[in-house]
């Protein structure tokens, strides 16, 4: 079977091979692609060697080529009969673009793969600490990223776009682009526990179970949790109850709720049994639900990071997923973090911040509005 590491490499070969043949032609390539876009790391030289060389209004051959390589790096690293590969890869029209665009591609799956890394490693400091504005700050710089890739793609692509990366501050642009702040996030994610879902099961029954006895937070909590985004469907289900009984303004003692619950339950097909529910509520009559609301998106901002990294990862790794369907993904992730976020404090020992913004610049806000199915780059 054909592998995708063997396509790239041989994309990479003839990218490189056409740029030697075809020369006149580099400027559009340039304009797209990246040098970690090649996976081969003797590529990536041969790419900055002819990039230098095309901004000092050289141009290089294969012979010019294997010269500059000679000086910039020592014989071994240089590998100059690896030359010969590149001009053996070039197909009868030696035009470099529709590869380079495959070359682009593959660079751009890769990039998007590693701003999910940064998102989940964000999400881990954001519950660790109960916190968020370093994890809105690396929202950004996800979501930046993300933009880049995005334009990036539409312009190896033919697609006309409006080109928001030029409004990006310039430390945001570097940031999204900066393997090392990656690395960094992976050597954090090795050293944190996984997401733990049966605890963030019953952490929402702790939730709202005191809602029940809290009814004036009710309303704050569903400004930001849905009950169909809880993970316990049992006890969702009495959170249902619970917000249809505040929506309309009614009292909230056992038996109101007791029926609330058996008519939501007709629904959902699913509930706690009496007797554990009323001895959850009498449990958390006097937890803080504030507090439980922290615990609670902390669970979700970790759960929501580390499934939604694991589906990036997937569809870039899968030829079949669509660049911009891996872009719509990126952005509903960002979206749902963002509201999540709005139920932690920015900082330890500050209110939370309603109807909070991660975006501030309407190039990468994510609630900006995207008219449907794009053509051109996802803009967050």
Not at 133 to 151: D, H, K, N, Q
Not at 200 to 209: G, I, K, Q, S, T
Not at 287 to 310: C, T
Request: with cysteine; hydrophobic share 45%.
């Amino acid at each position: 079977m054909i592998r995708t590491d063997d396509v790239a490499h041989l994309a990479e070969q003839a990218t490189l091979g056409g740029l030697l043949l075809e020369p006149a032609h580099f400027p559009d390539v340039n304009a797209w692609v990246r040098g970690p876009d090649f996976a081969d790391p003797w590529h990536r030289q041969v790419w900055v060697t002819l990039r230098e060389a095309h901004t000092h209004g050289v141009v290089l051959g294969p012979i010019e080529l294997a010269d500059h390589m000679l000086r910039r790096y020592e014989p071994r690293l240089a590998d100059i009969p690896r030359i010969h590969d590149l001009l053996q890869a070039v197909p009868k029209d030696p035009d470099p673009r529709p590869h380079a665009r495959t070359v682009a591609e593959f660079g751009i799956r890769r990039e998007i793969a590693g701003q999910g890394v940064l998102i989940e490693a964000a999400a881990v400091g954001a519950a660790t600490h109960l916190e968020a504005r370093p994890l809105r700050a690396l929202l950004r710089i996800a979501g930046a990223g993300f933009l880049i890739a995005g334009e990036r793609w539409a312009d190896a692509n033919g697609h006309p776009n409006a080109h928001l990366t030029d409004h990006l501050p310039t430390q945001l642009k570097a940031g999204a682009c900066d393997l090392e702040l990656r690395r960094a996030a992976d050597k954090s994610l090795a050293h944190a526990p996984a997401p733990d879902t049966e605890g963030a099961r019953a952490n929402e029954a702790r939730l709202v179970a005191c809602l029940a006895s809290h009814p004036t937070a009710i309303a704050p909590t569903l400004g930001w949790l849905r009950p169909g985004q809880l993970t316990n469907r049992a006890w969702a289900t009495v959170y249902t109850a619970l917000g249809e009984i505040a929506g309309r303004g009614g009292a909230i003692d056992d038996v109101s709720l007791a029926t609330s619950v058996l008519l939501v339950a007709a629904r959902t097909h699913t509930a706690p049994s009496l007797d554990a529910m009323r001895t959850a509520i009498e449990a958390e009559v006097c937890s803080v639900p504030g507090h439980l609301r922290q615990v609670v998106a902390a669970d979700h901002l970790r759960l929501l990071a580390h499934n939604g990294a694991q589906v990036l990862r997937t569809g870039a790794a899968n030829p079949a997923t669509h660049v911009l369907e891996l872009l719509d993904t990126a952005t509903a992730l960002i979206q749902s973090m963002s509201q999540t976020a709005t139920a932690l404090p920015d900082q330890i020992g500050q209110p939370p911040r309603s109807n909070l913004s991660i975006m501030r610049n309407p190039a990468i806000d994510p609630s900006t509005p995207q008219g449907g199915r794009r053509d051109g780059p996802v803009a967050e």
